[in-house]
């Protein structure tokens, strides 16, 4: 399987978590987050960044999953009705948390917060199938400038 992670193109020559919160984690938690498709990685990205932010200089990381590795997954029906709205992160951070502390496997498929029919993929580092996540490519990426223009 492949995934996709738009970053920063100083952040972008390798497979590294921040341990910045996020919508699946609380800080000084390590997860890699990753879109099931360039679109979804490239909307994931709008969403929380300014006109100028997205001008700033990215890359496309495309990533390969081998299909034999074992994934955990959150569907919408296990989540609660408002679990996008912002003052619901702790619930979600929890879910996260609680996959990465059990660590039995190197991926959690999420929900999309922005197109629910779509899924996102959090990989664990720590993870000992970590080592057949491989980042196989990685070129430049320019947000269109009508995305969120004047």
């Known amino acids: 399987m492949l995934v996709y992670r738009i970053a920063l193109r100083q952040y972008s020559d390798s497979l590294k978590a921040s341990g910045r919160a996020a919508r699946w984690n609380p800080n000084e938690t ?38 034999r ?3 955990d ?23 996260g948390e609680e996959w ?20 996102n993929y959090l990989i664990n580092p720590k993870h000992s199938d970590f080592s057949k996540i491989r980042l196989i490519k990685t070129e430049p990426f320019t947000f269109d400038k009508r995305i969120k223009g004047s």
């Open 30 to 67: 390590f997860v890699i987050y990753t879109a099931s498709s360039r679109s979804l990685s490239c909307l994931e990205n709008v969403v929380h960044r300014s006109q100028i932010g997205l001008s700033l200089a990215f890359n496309i990381m495309t990533i390969e999953i081998d299909d």
């Open 69 to 71: 590795i074992k994934k």
């Open 73 to 95: 997954v959150i569907n919408l029906i296990d989540l609660p009705a408002n679990w996008k709205d912002f003052e619901q992160m702790p619930v979600t951070q929890k879910i």
């Open 100 to 119: 990465l502390t059990k660590n039995k496997t190197a991926l959690l498929q999420v929900p999309s917060s922005i197109i629910d029919e779509e899924v």
